[in-house]
């Protein structure tokens, strides 16, 4: 799951549990992910690329911006 890419459909910033799609090539496609900020920063807005940078089961991820 580390190192998977995704896009954020509901908005992940500090004190938000935001929600990502995240690519999955084991399991030939695409899921939904609770998910939270990585480090502190801005909010993540809707539509932006994003690394998981950690993963704890069953649903949440944490994430950074690709841009």
Same mark, same amino acid.
């Given at each position: 799951?580390?190192?998977?890419?995704?896009?954020?459909?509901?908005?992940?910033?500090?004190?938000?549990?935001?929600?990502?799609?995240?690519?999955?090539?084991?399991?030939?496609?695409?899921? $939904?992910?609770? $998910?939270?900020? $990585?480090?502190?920063?801005?909010?993540?807005?809707?539509?932006?690329?994003?690394?998981?940078?950690?993963?704890?089961?069953?649903?949440?991820?944490?994430?950074?911006?690709?841009?």
């Amino acid at each position: 799951m580390v190192g998977n890419v995704g896009r954020v459909t509901g908005k992940v910033g500090m004190g938000l549990v935001g929600e990502v799609l995240v690519h999955i090539p084991e399991r030939q496609g695409t899921e $939904a992910f609770l $998910a939270y900020l $990585a480090t502190p920063g801005d909010p993540l807005p809707v539509g932006t690329q994003v690394l998981v940078t950690e993963y704890q089961p069953p649903r949440t991820v944490y994430v950074t911006s690709l841009i």
